[in-house]
Structure formats: C-alpha cells, structure tokens
C-alpha cells in the first residue's frame, strides 16, 4: 500500500484476510431455486456493515426474499468524470463437503491458502474491494471519479434476481456510470520466473439457450411406428452434439493468440489456431471454447410411461455464440438439426465486447507492473457468462479485472465450481495492493 493504516486499525492487506473468512464462513449457495439458495441477504448486510463502519452509505434491494444485492456509492473528486462501477456477486455455486479436504463454509487458513466454496469466485475480489475502500475512508483517500459498488446476488444461476434485477428495476443507482470491473480476469499464468500474464476479460461468450420439440403420431410400443418422436429428436440431438462449427478469430482472441505465441515460443497459425491452443497447458480450455460457437445437449423429456410412444419429445441444447454471432448460430444449427424439429429461446444473452485500449486499459497495465515487473496484460475472452451482461445493457464498457497473482503450480481454472476451491493468501495481498492503484489512477 502506498497509505499507512490510520493509528489502531489494520491495514488493508491484514484486513482482507479476515474479510475473505467472513464472506466464506457464510454459506451464500444459489441453487438456482429460491427456496433453496440462502445466505445472500447475511452476506449483503454482512458488507453493508463493513462499509457503514466507515461512514459508507449503501442501498440493499431484494428482488424475492433473501436475493439481496448491494449498492453504494463513493463519492470521486471530479464528479465530471463519468463513475467506475466495481462488481462482485455474493452467490456461490453448491459445495458436497463430503468431497472436500476442508469443510466448505469453514473459511480455512491452512498452507499459506484461504480455503472455501467462493475463496476464488469471487468473495476473494468482494474482499479485496471492501479492505481497499475500508483503508481509504480511514485515511482521508478519495478516488478521482465516482466508483460505485455492487454486490449481487444470483450471478451463479444468470443474474435474474441480481445484477439484471437491478438494471431493470433500479437503473438509477448506476447513473453515470461509463466503465465497469468485474470477474474473470486479472489473474497470472506464469511463463517462467521473470514472465507472467495477467489475462485480462475483454469479452465473453453469448448465451443462446434453446429447446428443440419434435413431434409425431403418439402410439403403441408393441407395434410397428414409423413417426416416433423419440426417434426423431435422438437423431436431431445426436447431430447436434458432435457438430463443430467453424472457427472464427475475433479481434479479443486473435491479439490474445499472437500475443500470447510470441511470448511462448509457440508458432501460430490463424487457419489452424487449434495447433497452438494445444500447446497453452492449463489455459487451453479457458480459450478452446472461444474460437467458434458451440452447441451442447444438456436435458432430455420425452415419454410418460414404457409401452406408450409420446407424440412429443424435448432436448434442451447450451449454446454459446461469439460477439455477433447469435442469428449465424441458429441458422446453423436449424441446418444441422433439420426442418421436422421445432427450435425456441429459453435464455438468450448477446456475447460482450470491448477494445483493450484506453486510460483504463493503462492503469490496469501500470498497476500489474508496479505490483510485479513480470507482469504482461493481455486480453482474452471467457467462454461463459458474467454480470457484465446485464450491466453491458446499460452501455457501461465491461472488463473482467479481479487482480490476482498465483503460483505458477496452480491450476486456477480447474478451481472454479471446482473442489477444494482456494486462493493463496498473498495473491490476496497482492489483489489489494493493485487495486488500491488502479483505482487511485482510473
Ligand atoms: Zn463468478
């Protein structure tokens, strides 16, 4: 830090320790059903607690009881200036303890780690943002523009009850805002001692989730049947799920590709960029999925009873189309899936794009590199999905910057929703201190 902590108080590279533990010990599962998902509201007011004890005034909003998100905001020096909102959400997905080496709500310090259910998705960054605003209020420090901070609910199952609860219905607490910082990016991928990237999200993946009907004559199992639905969605769903679609290199993947072979050593080719992604180690399937549209069968119903042929059944299919490509991608697939089969929405998100450019850009770069001189900002693409949809619906420009530095062992991509979930207690430290500069210089 480039402050001291006020007389009596820790600093916020002590504090975010204590915070993380707080945020993991309070078991904030989306299940997806509200009757189920608990623990957003504790968490919320947890947060709400923590800033009013600095003199930060925030707003709580539920969109049904228990979904509560939070919003506050930090007044900057040049109110002129258009406000930088900082996401986090609260929500975590489930955790079987009985496949964990801690429990999952224990909050754990064992190993130099912080171990729990959310330590790297996200309550990791939900820290990191309250200990360096927490420092800030104590020691006189205001930010040069307007921040606001929110943190939702809900962002584990699409954000209905959370960020995009929140754009629909209380637009207003975003007012001004221009730029937005949120998960997934930030993170280091360590090339060798002196060389680490930091990937930084400049876009992500759309999501195109469609249900495929087929229909037919309904009948009797016993007899011949040549118009069985069953039979035809199988088929439509089968070629669904070994279809590949045609790589795309959009402008985010391609600079991260050349980039990113430059520095490895590694020759690329942009008609056959799948050769070099081979060669990327544990981050190849963070950008495998980024090249071209994908199409995944996920459920099946169809039938009520073994000896009955129904006269309709149903396959749900998870797409994820690239920046512009949603109409591309159901015209392809109706080719693949043919015309006999009915095709409908139910959850559709356009993909998020933005520039690696710009005086954010740059303070995001200048923070890594004061914070490490190894580091190299690169952009890249996630192939799942953020808050940043539903905060993109406003115009705010979305980047995923949630610094963290990791050893370079670590398999930070097999963490997310994964067991053992953990983050390395000084790659917390770290994240504070980056932060605390970027936001001092955006
Ligand atoms: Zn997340």
Same mark, same amino acid.
């Given at each position: 830090?480039?402050?001291?902590?006020?007389?009596?108080?820790?600093?916020?590279?002590?504090?975010?320790?204590?915070?993380?533990?707080?945020?993991?010990?309070?078991?904030?599962?989306?299940?997806?059903?509200?009757?189920?998902?608990?623990?957003?509201?504790?968490?919320?007011?947890?947060?709400?607690?923590?800033?009013?004890?600095?003199?930060?005034?925030?707003?709580?909003?539920?969109?049904?009881?228990?979904?509560?998100?939070?919003? %506050?905001?930090?007044?900057?020096?040049?109110?002129?200036?258009?406000?930088?909102?900082?996401?986090?959400?609260?929500?975590?997905?489930?955790?079987?303890?009985?496949?964990?080496?801690?429990?999952?709500?224990?909050?754990?310090?064992?190993?130099?780690?912080?171990?729990?259910?959310?330590?790297?998705?996200?309550?990791?960054?939900?820290?990191?943002?309250?200990?360096?605003?927490?420092?800030?209020?104590?020691?006189?420090?205001?930010?040069?523009?307007?921040?606001?901070?929110?943190?939702?609910?809900?962002?584990?199952?699409?954000?209905?009850?959370?960020?995009?609860?929140?754009?629909?219905?209380?637009?207003?607490?975003?007012?001004?805002?221009?730029? %937005?910082?949120?998960?997934?990016?930030?993170?280091?991928?360590?090339?060798?001692?002196?060389?680490? !990237?930091?990937?930084?999200?400049?876009?992500?993946?759309?999501?195109?989730? !469609?249900?495929?009907?087929?229909?037919?004559?309904?009948?009797?199992?016993?007899?011949?049947?040549?118009?069985?639905?069953?039979?035809?969605?199988?088929?439509?769903?089968?070629?669904?799920?070994?279809?590949?679609?045609?790589?795309?290199?959009?402008?985010?993947?391609?600079?991260?590709?050349?980039?990113?072979?430059?520095?490895?050593?590694?020759?690329?080719?942009?008609?056959?960029?799948?050769?070099?992604? %081979?060669?990327?180690?544990?981050?190849?399937?963070?950008?495998?999925?980024?090249?071209?549209?994908?199409?995944?069968?996920?459920?099946?119903?169809?039938?009520?009873?073994?000896?009955?042929?129904?006269?309709? %059944?149903?396959?749900?299919?998870?797409?994820?189309?690239?920046?512009?490509?949603?109409?591309? !991608?159901?015209?392809?697939?109706?080719?693949?899936?043919?015309?006999?089969?009915?095709?409908?929405?139910?959850?559709?998100?356009?993909?998020?794009?933005?520039?690696?450019?710009?005086?954010?850009?740059?303070?995001?770069?200048?923070?890594?590199?004061?914070?490490?001189?190894?580091?190299?900002?690169?952009?890249?693409?996630?192939?799942?999905?953020?808050?940043?949809?539903?905060?993109?619906?406003?115009?705010?420009?979305?980047?995923?910057?949630?610094?963290?530095?990791?050893?370079?062992?670590?398999?930070?991509?097999?963490?997310?929703?994964?067991?053992?979930?953990?983050?390395?207690?000084?790659?917390?430290?770290?994240?504070?201190?980056?932060?605390?500069?970027?936001?001092?210089?955006?």
């Amino acid at each position: 830090m480039t402050s001291h902590a006020a007389p009596n108080h820790p600093s916020a590279t002590d504090e975010v320790v204590d915070i993380c533990r707080d945020l993991l010990l309070i078991d904030t599962s989306n299940t997806g059903d509200n009757a189920t998902s608990a623990g957003e509201r504790v968490a919320a007011e947890y947060v709400a607690g923590q800033l009013a004890e600095v003199g930060i005034t925030s707003e709580l909003r539920e969109s049904a009881p228990g979904r509560t998100s939070l919003v %506050a905001r930090i007044p900057g020096t040049d109110p002129g200036r258009g406000a930088l909102l900082v996401h986090g959400h609260l929500d975590v997905v489930p955790a079987d303890a009985s496949e964990w080496s801690v429990h999952p709500f224990s909050g754990e310090l064992r190993d130099g780690y912080l171990w729990g259910r959310g330590a790297i998705d996200m309550k990791d960054f939900d820290a990191m943002v309250l200990a360096v605003v927490r420092q800030w209020q104590r020691t006189g420090v205001r930010p040069p523009r307007d921040i606001v901070l929110a943190y939702t609910a809900d962002e584990e199952a699409g954000g209905d009850y959370g960020a995009h609860f929140l754009v629909d219905r209380h637009r207003e607490l975003f007012d001004g805002c221009t730029e %937005a910082i949120g998960e997934v990016g930030g993170f280091s991928y360590s090339v060798n001692d002196d060389l680490r !990237l930091y990937l930084i999200q400049t876009a992500e993946k759309g999501l195109d989730w !469609l249900r495929l009907h087929a229909k037919g004559r309904p009948g009797h199992g016993s007899m011949v049947h040549d118009d069985n639905a069953v039979t035809a969605l199988a088929e439509a769903v089968a070629r669904v799920g070994r279809h590949s679609f045609p790589v795309v290199l959009t402008p985010t993947v391609r600079t991260f590709l050349e980039q990113v072979s430059e520095l490895l050593g590694i020759e690329f080719d942009p008609n056959d960029p799948e050769l070099a992604i %081979a060669k990327l180690g544990p981050i190849a399937n963070i950008v495998g999925a980024t090249i071209r549209n994908t199409a995944n069968p996920t459920r099946l119903e169809a039938g009520y009873k073994d000896n009955v042929i129904p006269g309709r %059944a149903s396959a749900t299919i998870d797409c994820r189309s690239l920046p512009g490509q949603s109409e591309l !991608l159901l015209e392809q697939l109706r080719q693949v899936i043919g015309p006999e089969i009915e095709v409908e929405y139910t959850h559709r998100q356009p993909a998020v794009e933005t520039t690696f450019d710009g005086d954010l850009v740059d303070a995001m770069s200048a923070a890594l590199r004061a914070e490490d001189p190894g580091a190299r900002p690169v952009p890249y693409m996630l192939s799942g999905g953020t808050d940043a949809k539903a905060f993109e619906r406003l115009g705010i420009r979305c980047f995923g910057f949630a610094p963290l530095r990791l050893p370079a062992d670590l398999n930070f991509s097999a963490l997310f929703h994964g067991i053992d979930e953990r983050v390395p207690v000084d790659g917390l430290q770290f994240g504070v201190r980056v932060l605390d500069r970027f936001l001092r210089g955006s």
